[in-house]
Antibody, heavy 118, light 107 residues
Framework: QVQLQESGPGLVKPSGTLSLTCAVS?????????WTWVRQPPGKGLEWIGE???????NYNTSLQSRVHISLDKSKNQFSLKLTSVTATDTAVYFC???????????WGQGTLVTVSS | DVQMTQSPSALSASVGDRVTLTCRAS??????LNWYQQKPGKAPELLIY???SLQYGVPSRFSGGGSGTDFTLTISRLQPEDFATYYC?????????FGQGTRLEMK
């Protein structure tokens, strides 16, 4: 059974860097999947942030591209998200997920709330 | 970017009703369309992939249809656990985009 679990600081200061990790169990992160991050501001809809392939290739949402970086840590079977120069509008629940058949997101992690505030 | 528009934004219905939710893409996306259900405080869960394929373990009262730009998610007989928010998502081209969601409420 594949499971994903997000972790990281729940509070980040404005202009700082948001850093999250998604620990994967039940499958090797080196297998042929894309891995992705999605976020959801409080009371709002879902926004795709970006994705990374087991080879390290990445794609990012054009609206965030200048501030986002996704990486793999194969030794720990996890992948990470870094978002720089954060503002209050980056406050959201951040989810990680596996992309199956390069198309649909399944399964998802439970999500972690990150608040940007001083 | 492919824009996804869901309608209605909210829908009130009763247990046992048949409901149909709609998702429209700003350009043709073939059948690269997926549906998710999200309950408050929970992660989204995959219901339907490639427009009409039912995810393993999802009840057969859920069905999806459509191709090109217009898609539907139908719940044949609403159950109490079906009251949630539903999102469509296109995987035809990057960036992957979601619809704004349809909130299904109990009447």
């Amino acid at each position: 059974q594949v499971q994903l679990q997000e972790s990281g600081p729940g509070l980040v200061k404005p202009s700082g860097t948001l850093s999250l990790t998604c620990a994967v169990s039940g499958v090797s992160i080196s297998s042929s999947y894309w891995w992705t991050w999605v976020r959801q501001p409080p009371g709002k809809g879902l926004e795709w942030i970006g994705e990374i392939l087991h080879t390290g290739s990445t794609n990012y949402n054009t609206s965030l591209q200048s501030r986002v970086h996704i990486s793999l840590d194969k030794s720990k079977n996890q992948f990470s998200l870094k978002l720089t120069s954060v503002t209050a509008t980056d406050t959201a629940v951040y989810f990680c997920a596996r992309i199956e058949s390069e198309e649909w997101f399944h399964p998802w992690g439970q999500g972690t709330l990150v608040t940007v505030s001083s | 970017d492919v824009q996804m528009t869901q309608s209605p934004s909210a829908l009130s219905a009763s247990v046992g009703d048949r409901v149909t939710l709609t998702c429209r893409a700003s350009q043709s996306i073939s059948t690269y369309l997926n549906w998710y259900q999200q309950k408050p405080g929970k992660a989204p869960e995959l219901l339907i992939y490639t427009a009409s394929s039912l995810q393993y373990g999802v009840p057969s009262r859920f069905s999806g249809g459509g191709s090109g730009t217009d898609f539907t998610l139908t719940i044949s007989r609403l159950q109490p656990e079906d009251f949630a928010t539903y999102y469509c998502q296109q995987s035809y081209s990057a960036p992957r985009t979601f619809g704004q969601g349809t909130r299904l409420e109990m009447k």
